[in-house]
T-cell receptor
Framework: GAGVSQTPSNKVTEKGKYVELRCDPI?????LYWYRQSLGQGPEFLIY????????DSGLPNDRFFAVRPEGSVSTLKIQRTERGDSAVYLC???????????????FGPGTRLTVL | GQQLNQSPQSMFIQEGEDVSMNCTSS?????WLWYKQDPGEGPVLLIA?????ELTSNGRLTAQFGITRKDSFLNISASIPSDVGIYFC???????????FGKGTRLSVIA
């Protein structure tokens, strides 16, 4: 079946511009996560949605970053007034509640590589 | 943000050799996970560990959840060229909470 998809795969923008990154989770997955991965680092958490609401946005670095998931499926990560330090791979993951009370496997998309010039 | 301490940073091994990597944390996690990431792809789950002391295998991969819940290791036996990639450990406090990742171990296999 279809996995998590992210568009665009690459985005090059200029400092100060606004960008939107899209994530299509696996159908039926209620939880959706955004992570950011800088070169040579592991992914770092940004924000987590359960359904339409942001359950935890403690990882967003500042108020230039915002994410929405209006219908509980597709999510958009929005970055205003981009800075060179925002350059990274932005990963999205989705998961579905397990009836065994265990960790729900997070399935990752291929990521969007953002380059801010 | 917080990242787990993962070592070694990189490894160069001969095909057929065994590999071991580990991960430590200053705080307790209730679940430990090991992911592999290939270039241009997102991380793919290899093994999940749910109980302190648990030892779990997946083919040539074996991982253990440390008894203190602050560490884990991953072993790969009889490495093959397709094992090349970056391996990440990740900890999770409870289900449906964000993962905390290590910085990764880059594995290179020489045929």
């Amino acid at each position: 079946g279809a996995g998590v998809s992210q568009t665009p795969s690459n985005k090059v923008t200029e400092k100060g511009k606004y960008v939107e990154l899209r994530c299509d989770p696996i159908s039926g997955h209620t939880a959706l996560y955004w992570y950011r991965q800088s070169l040579g680092q592991g992914p770092e958490f940004l924000i987590y949605f359960q359904g339409t609401g942001a359950a935890d946005d403690s990882g967003l670095p500042n108020d230039r970053f915002f994410a929405v998931r209006p219908e509980g499926s597709v999510s958009t990560l929005k970055i205003q007034r981009t800075e060179r330090g925002d350059s990274a791979v932005y990963l999205c993951a989705s998961s579905s509640p397990s009836d065994r009370g265990r960790t729900d496997t997070q399935y990752f998309g291929p990521g969007t590589r953002l380059t801010v010039l | 943000g917080q990242q787990l301490n993962q070592s070694p940073q990189s490894m160069f091994i001969q095909e057929g050799e065994d590999v071991s990597m580990n991960c430590t944390s200053s705080s307790i996690f209730n679940t430990w996970l090991w992911y592999k990431q290939d270039p241009g792809e997102g991380p793919v789950l290899l093994i999940a560990l749910y109980k302190a002391g648990e030892l779990t295998s997946n083919g040539r991969l074996t991982a253990q959840f440390g008894i203190t819940r602050k560490d884990s290791f991953l072993n790969i036996s009889a490495s093959i060229p397709s094992d090349v990639g970056i391996y990440f450990c990740a900890g999770q406090k409870t289900g449906n909470t964000p993962l905390v990742f290590g910085k990764g171990t880059r594995l290179s296999v020489i045929a």
